[in-house]
């Protein structure tokens, strides 16, 4: 893999620089990420013509992201804002199936190993989790299909596409047609709420494993900014 930067690839010094631990610079990074690409309403000629097909630069230049599919953009900023600040991570791709959610799909998250021991973090359309431990999801109503991690330090995301990225690994069941027509489907299923942004730090503040139906309590507002506490 060329790891030469795109020339569509954002310029480092456009990039904000975060001081601090990387717990800190972690949180910067997804705060940043939050203002940077906000969750939009997008009309389906431009999720068909658009969605995945983005250049770094040009989701910068757009400023937002699909709301009911931002995993893909904000985790290639995310990547590149990471590779930045010399943060190592591990690259999460699961292929799944989730129960009433449409056609499998690729989601991608983030895994950190730290002084502070490990966290993870996702990007979905109803709240970020910032977490600490590895990569989780509810098995009872996703079905993985494959799951594979690719350290920072074997990739360059400014030499990355968004479509070289879903390359990584080669799908099994998930086709990006499927999912588009899935998604222009649901566009009139998002509600205020959903283009808010919040953070999850602990499960029982997560809306996902709330809804889902487990012994949780409601979740909390997000916390005010700041790093997660350690468990």
Wanted: net charge negative; with cysteine; charged share 25%.
């Amino acid at each position: 893999m060329s790891t030469a930067a795109r020339e569509d690839a954002p310029r480092p010094e456009q990039l904000p620089v975060f001081f601090g631990d990387d717990l800190t610079r972690i949180h910067d990074v997804i705060e940043w990420v939050h203002a940077a690409v906000r969750k939009t309403h997008w009309e389906p000629e431009r999720v068909r013509d658009r969605y995945l097909r983005r250049s770094l630069a040009e989701i910068l230049s757009d400023g937002d992201t699909l709301v009911v599919g931002p995993c893909p953009d904000r985790t290639a900023i995310a990547t590149v804002l990471l590779h930045h600040h010399e943060i190592p991570f591990e690259l999460v791709i699961h292929e799944r199936q989730i129960a009433g959610y449409g056609p499998p799909t690729v989601h991608m998250a983030l895994e950190f190993d730290t002084p502070e021991g490990g966290h993870w973090c996702d990007f979905g359309f109803r709240e970020t989790r910032f977490m600490a431990g590895r990569y989780d999801f509810d098995q009872s109503i996703e079905e993985t299909i494959q799951i594979t991690r690719f350290a920072s330090a074997d990739f360059d995301p400014f030499a990355l596409s968004l479509e070289q990225a879903f390359e990584l690994i080669a799908p099994q069941q998930a086709q990006l047609e499927a999912k588009v027509g899935w998604f222009c489907s649901q566009l009139e299923t998002v509600t205020p709420e959903m283009l808010e942004e919040r953070i999850a730090y602990e499960p029982d503040q997560s809306v996902y494993w709330n809804a889902i139906g487990t012994d949780h309590d409601a979740p909390s507002p997000s916390p005010s900014p700041g790093k997660p506490a350690p468990r």
